[in-house]
């Protein structure tokens, strides 16, 4: 699979070497957490899993990003929902220019649900065994808003 869209946040503790990233999927759900620098302290380890701080939605550690200034430096790194990205994601390399055009003309709400989609789009094709759309006709015939996604 070509590499999803992500939302990253790297966390700086301010009272040890600590550095933690957390990776979100664009619908606000942790895909993975690792400590990039440090050792967390059986004191740390109570906060974040006994307490029950750890931050597995999204929105929890945009709640960390307005109360816990003080103790961490939180900088996030914003997904890349380019047209550029949606094209190698969706990987069905066919009618370019018309692909373009058509993404050029998605609200940016639209240009989201394209991207949360394409996974399940994919699975959809391999089990159905249907012919994968070129990305011009998801775009314009509005796949991404379809009932498959359900099923």
């Not at 190698?88 to 940016?108: G, Q, T």
């Not at 394209?114 to 789009?121: G, P, R, S």
């Not at 159905?128 to 775009?139: E, G, M, Q, R």
Request: aromatic share 16%; glycine share 2%.
């Amino acid at each position: 699979w070509p590499m999803e869209q992500l939302v990253t946040y790297t966390i700086k503790s301010k009272n040890s070497n600590n550095i933690w990233e957390f990776k979100y999927h664009l619908n606000g759900v942790l895909y993975s957490f690792k400590a990039l620098d440090g050792v967390l302290s059986t004191k740390q380890i109570d906060w974040l899993f006994v307490k029950a701080n750890f931050p597995y939605k999204e929105d929890q550690i945009k709640h960390w990003q307005k109360k816990l200034k003080a103790n961490f430096e939180i900088t996030v790194g914003e997904p890349d929902l380019s047209f550029e990205a949606l094209w190698k994601l969706y990987d069905h390399k066919i009618k370019r220019v018309e692909s373009e055009k058509a993404f050029n003309k998605l609200k940016p709400a639209d240009v989201l649900r394209c991207f949360q989609t394409v996974k399940h789009y994919e699975k959809y094709v391999n089990k159905s065994k249907v012919n994968k759309a070129h990305l011009s006709t998801f775009i314009n015939q509005r796949y991404f808003e379809d009932e498959w996604q359900k099923v």
